[in-house]
């Protein structure tokens, strides 16, 4: 799954949903100033398990292709 994929995909989503995006933006300003370390704290883990599902997307389909061509040389 490629990086770009993941960031249209979300784009796409808070287009489709504008609300949901105004009350996102709206909750990331308030906890950027009023409580920073909380938006710094949240913002961190939310890029370290963005970075997990991409690493375990990247893996899962290495190993299905590698799978895919296990199968065929045995044939």
């Known amino acids: ?4 994929v993941i960031i249209d995909s ?4 808070f287009q489709e949903n504008l609300l949901i995006a105004i009350a996102a933006g709206a909750v990331c300003v ?3 100033f009023q409580k920073p370390k909380t938006f710094f704290t949240m913002l961190f883990v939310i890029l370290a398990l ?3 599902l991409y690493i375990i997307s990247n893996v ?6 590698y799978k895919k061509t296990m199968i ?3 044939e």
């Open 1 to 4: 799954m490629d990086v770009f």
């Open 10 to 13: 979300v784009i796409s989503f």
């Open 30 to 32: 308030y906890l950027l």
């Open 50 to 52: 963005a970075g997990m």
């Open 60 to 65: 899962a389909s290495t190993g299905a292709g």
């Open 72 to 74: 065929q040389k045995v």
